[in-house]
């Protein structure tokens, strides 16, 4: 089973790489012994920034940006992590899924993860995040996880709990095969009579 | 196999100079390239049609017309015909009357338009651009197959007892491509009838042209037209050159950065290493060109864009120079790799000798 992570960290390190990093361990964790284990793919979108900006600006991807979307379009879950900026996911995180195609995450499960500074952005995940995926028609996990500076410290007790729970959800939905792929148009076309008469 | 090239129109300031050309200048200078195409060689010139700035040529016939009037060889065509936005019963009078004028020389390419304000401007909308195509192109059809038609759709005043006039020349319709960029339904559209598929090609890498032809080349044969290596396709390309390839690029490369569509994005070297841009030198050019049969196999018509971003006249006609070198080299060897059973492009001449055949068959 392959895992994806998307992650709009911009430093190096990165707390958002390192909550994608930990939510991505939690997951081989618990799916391990399972009937596959999971394979990882992590996506460093700091590492595309010039390639989504020319995607915006030409209509399509280079050829490096066109196998990251494949291995994310293609994995069977999809772990998302932003950091914070301006009360909102940051705008190199939603140029990521502003290139996919229509419907290509439809019906994958996702679990959604932030850093910021301060807890008191936490809820980004419920009026930011949730919604895009569920206009993506994925399929999200119930507990999102929020990771601010204070979460790295002592007592992250809390954190790695959250991480835990969101993961565990993750492997189960996996499990519910919830994925369908959208029908191909090239594969399946409509035959031109329907079209003519339609 | 024809070449040929195509016109988008843009009135594009020049960025080496800031200087924009006027309209009259611009269709002024279409014109000349028109007919340099035809000066140097090449088979096809087609334009295509917008309805808002920065783009002039509204008026296709109007403008292909003329050029029918001074040239002798050159066939005159579109890239494309807007079968959304425009009357299917203009569309059929206007190209009808272009053939007679043109003695035959003549043949157009289907587009549905991809600027959604142009749309309403004709009492459409962009939501229907599909159903559009399809229904308008349906009517377009019957009109130069059928004297008298009797017609109600969805989109379009019904018609009875309608004659569109004049009559296609010696009864035969102008052969009709499809354009299309992303549209399976369109290249299904173009299966369905045995009409032309092109792929536009430029801007976008291969793998996704690909795509829509292989699935055009197998509609094509599922419909009853021939094989698949029959079907009939075309391409676009865009090309730069001079003698030396470095001259090229660095002459090229200010049009390049502000060029309407890519500029600002991806750098040239990237570009042309995604997209069938090429610049460089003819020998170059040759080599790139070679490699899209490679890709999609036997095609019958290429077409360059070689007049857009704001290149002057001066340079553009200097590339048609250029062209008319290369062509016959790509002609040749086109030509020789082609196998016997893979059609030319349809012609107002192969079609009206198919006609004859046909009505011989039924006698």
Request: aromatic share 8%; proline share 7%; net charge negative.
């Amino acid at each position: 089973m392959r895992i994806a992570v998307v992650t709009a960290g911009l430093t190096q390190p990165s707390s958002t790489r390192l909550l994608g990093d930990r939510l991505a361990a939690a997951v081989r964790d618990i799916s391990a012994g399972r009937a596959t284990d999971a394979e990882v793919t992590t996506v460093d979108l700091r590492d595309h920034a010039h390639d989504l900006t020319n995607h915006l600006l030409t209509g399509f991807g280079s050829a490096a940006l066109r196998d990251v979307i494949d291995a994310v379009v293609g994995a069977d879950a999809v772990i998302a992590v932003t950091p914070t900026f301006s009360a909102s996911y940051s705008g190199l995180f939603k140029m990521f899924f502003d290139v996919l195609e229509d419907r290509a995450l439809a019906g994958k499960p996702v679990l959604i993860a932030a850093t910021g500074g301060t807890e008191r952005h936490s809820l980004v995940l419920e009026y930011a995040l949730r919604p895009l995926f569920a206009y993506l028609q994925a399929v999200v996990v119930p507990t999102g996880v929020y990771a601010a500076t204070s979460d790295w410290g002592a007592g992250a007790g809390g954190l790695h709990e959250r991480i835990s729970r969101a993961a565990g959800e993750l492997v189960t939905l996996l499990g519910a095969g919830t994925a369908t792929p959208p029908p191909d148009p090239y594969d399946d076309p409509t035959p031109f009579e329907q079209l003519l008469s339609s | 196999m024809q070449f040929g090239i195509f016109t988008v129109g843009d009135v594009t300031p020049d960025p080496t100079t800031g200087r924009a050309p006027t309209e009259a200048e611009r269709i002024k200078a279409m014109v000349a390239i028109a007919l340099k195409a035809e000066e140097v060689g090449l088979d096809v010139f087609a334009t295509g049609e917008h309805h808002n700035p920065p783009f002039v040529p509204s008026s296709p016939t109007t403008m292909l017309g003329y050029i029918a009037a001074r040239t002798s060889k050159l066939i005159l065509s579109t890239a494309t015909t807007l079968i959304t936005t425009n009357d299917p019963v203009k569309i059929a009078e206007d190209f009808a009357m272009l053939q007679h004028l043109a003695d035959g020389r003549v043949d157009l390419m289907m587009g549905r338009g991809n600027t959604g304000p142009v749309y309403p401007w004709f009492g459409q909308d962009i939501r229907d651009g599909i159903p559009l195509a399809i229904e308008n192109y349906a009517l377009l059809r019957r009109l130069w197959r059928e004297d008298v038609v009797d017609w109600d759709g969805r989109f379009r005043t019904p018609l009875q007892g309608f004659t569109s006039t004049p009559r296609p020349l010696d009864g035969v319709p102008p052969f009709v491509w499809h354009g299309s960029i992303r549209s399976p339904e369109i290249a299904e559209q173009a299966a369905y009838y045995g009409d032309g598929f092109f792929a536009n090609h430029i801007f976008w890498p291969k793998e996704h042209f690909e795509r829509l032809i292989s699935f055009y080349r197998r509609r094509f044969e599922h419909y009853g037209h021939g094989a698949a290596d029959q079907a009939i396709v075309g391409l676009g390309g865009q090309v730069f050159m001079r003698r030396d390839s470095q001259d090229a690029v660095n002459e090229f490369r200010p049009y390049f950065d502000k060029a309407p569509v890519y500029g600002h994005g991806p750098s040239l070297e990237e570009f042309t290493a995604e997209t069938p841009l090429t610049i460089g030198s003819p020998q170059q050019v040759i080599e790139k060109t070679l490699t899209f049969r490679e890709t999609f196999g036997d095609y019958q018509r290429q077409l360059f864009l070689v007049d857009h971003a704001g290149l002057p006249l001066k340079t553009v006609l200097e590339q048609l120079d250029l062209l008319g070198e290369i062509v016959p080299v790509l002609r040749k060897e086109l030509d020789a790799l082609r196998p016997a059973h893979v059609p030319d492009a349809p012609t107002h001449a192969s079609l009206v000798a198919r006609s004859n055949e046909l009505e011989g068959s039924t006698r």
